[in-house]
């Protein structure tokens, strides 16, 4: 337990986090969880977290080591997509009982787990997560992955960040250690060239990193690893080999990004794949990177065009929604997407941005907003679910783009709303991704349902049905039978 709270105070202790350099020594000890409130949906625990930085590696068995609910809570709650293996979304657990923990049987189950794993599905390697249960009745998980590796001639890689120990973000940053102790630079690869590359906190949501690969593939970028989307348990391997690196989501897997350049001189730089301008700007950003790490300098030219020829389409597909949304009005509250990017890109085909949430939104990314919307009014760390509801169902808004949580205040509301989260069921990333979600703000705006969902309730409206239903042969009794089942009396009835 010693290493794993050395490990929890290194993790804590990042020099790249900015958030970090304003703090003092006592408070970066203590880390970045906030305290619960209660009510509050408390989010994930740090195995959750760990979970979902690894799961998306499609080849590998993910082996949970925990009674049944662990698994449960946490088995693929991310729209993660895989281009071929199917294994990672099998779910194994050891299933522990309070019988195989009294008898002391939680290690010797967890050893015939890996065994059975092995014989059944020969995956290139096991990953084992330890959780609260199996943490607190001291489960050396460590001895029993490393013997079963000995024994069993495989990979098995222990993932130690039980529940317990903090944070969902807490957990991404252990699963991120993991990696660098037991699986990156474990394998050598044969074919590390200088147009190598690898994306981390990419987590392919949707298949969106397949939006984005295409470009690179144009431009002769070869994507060592993209870690964890869509990965080989190979790739991750001998992603050490890559010559430059670009850290998609900084909050999951910035200790991986850091600690990389520092082993085995990988620069990297933190970019964005959504809106037009960060895509063009993350192309340019690692063609430079390649340069600068040995790559023949024509590969700026080439980005370059490529830029301009994907823009120009991409602005020529926007153009075509412009006379449906121009002035619609919407409201972000979108949490991990990078707002000011997606900001931007609406602004240029005529939409009003009317609230923006910078919640999880960088120093820089305020200062762009800021300088976009040219009112800082419009940003907001977070909005209280009243509020949210005061200001949607005044219709200050057309549509609100968030994630699952706050779907159902725009639904009491009556206004559209688009997931843009981790759940989400469309592809956002790139230029096409930028044009699809356009496509979806469009299609949700203009959906006939919303006529229908405003129109006023058939018995808000009594007084115009008593007089249709008595001009179409009806008698009083059927009238009166009707005002009955709608549970109202004749003085009662609304305007319509
Ligand atoms: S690891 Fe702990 S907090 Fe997380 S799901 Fe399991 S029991 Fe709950």
Redesign the pocket.
């Known amino acids: 337990m010693f290493s794993l709270s050395a490990k929890i105070q290194d993790v804590f202790n990042e020099p790249a986090c900015e958030k970090n350099h304003g703090k003092d020594a006592k408070a970066r000890k203590k880390g970045c969880s906030k305290p619960l409130t209660p009510g509050a949906a408390a989010g994930g ?1 740090a ?2 977290g760990a979970k979902i930085v690894l799961q998306p590696i499609t080849d590998i068995a993910h082996l949970i080591h ?1 009674p049944l ?2 698994e449960g ?2 088995w693929d709650n991310r729209g993660a997509a895989s281009s071929g293996p199917t294994l990672w979304r099998t779910s194994f657990t050891t299933d522990l009982s309070e019988l195989d923990m009294v008898m002391g049987q939680s290690e010797r189950k967890l050893f015939k787990a890996i065994r059975e794993i092995k014989e059944a599905y020969a995956p290139p390697a096991i990953f084992v997560y330890s ?3 199996t943490a607190l009745i001291g489960d050396d998980i460590e001895a029993v992955c490393k013997r079963a590796a000995e024994k069993f001639g495989l990979p098995v890689v222990p993932i130690n960040a ?3 120990v903090g944070s969902k973000n807490l957990g991404n940053k252990l699963a991120g250690e993991a990696l660098l102790d037991h699986v990156i630079g474990t394998v050598e690869p044969d074919d590390a060239g200088p147009y190598d590359i690898n994306i981390l906190g990419e987590f392919n949501l949707s298949g969106e990193f397949w939006l984005v690969k295409p470009l690179l593939d144009r431009l002769g970028i070869r994507v060592r690893a993209c870690i964890p989307g869509d990965a080989r348990y190979l790739d991750v391997a001998s992603a050490h080999r890559a010559r430059a690196a670009m850290m998609v989501c900084s909050t999951a897997l910035i200790n991986l990004a850091r600690k990389m350049e520092e082993r085995w001189d990988i620069p990297f730089f933190e970019g964005s794949f959504y809106g037009i301008t960060d895509t063009s700007e993350a192309l340019r950003q690692i063609a430079d990177l390649l340069v600068r790490k040995g790559a023949d300098p024509e590969i700026l030219d080439r980005t370059e065009a490529l830029i301009a020829e994907e823009e120009a389409i991409a602005w020529k597909k926007l153009e075509a929604y412009r006379p449906r949304l121009e002035g619609k009005r919407v409201l972000l509250n979108t949490g991990g997407v990078k707002s000011w990017s997606v900001v931007h890109a609406l602004m240029e085909i005529g939409i009003e941005i009317i609230g923006t949430s910078v919640k999880k939104s960088t120093v820089e990314d305020k200062e762009r907003i800021k300088q976009i919307l040219k009112d800082e009014n419009h940003m907001f760390e977070s909005m209280a679910p009243r509020e949210l509801y005061a200001m949607l169902s005044q219709h200050k808004a057309d549509i609100m783009l968030s994630g699952g949580r706050t779907q159902f205040i725009a639904l009491k509301a009556k206004i559209p709303w688009l997931d843009i989260n981790q759940e989400r069921h469309h592809p956002y990333a790139g230029y096409d991704g930028m044009v699809e979600l356009v496509r979806q703000i469009d299609l949700a705006i203009h959906n006939p349902i919303w006529c229908q969902v405003r129109e006023p309730a058939p018995w808000d409206c009594l007084p115009a049905v008593e007089e249709e239903m008595l001009g179409e042969e009806g008698t009083r009794a059927t009238v009166d039978a009707f005002k009955e089942f709608a549970g109202t009396t004749a003085g009662d009835f609304g305007e319509c």
Do not use: E, I, K, M
Request: charged share 5%.
């Open positions: 625990c195995f959750d925990a609910a662990c809570n946490s959780t609260c249960v039980p529940g317990f």
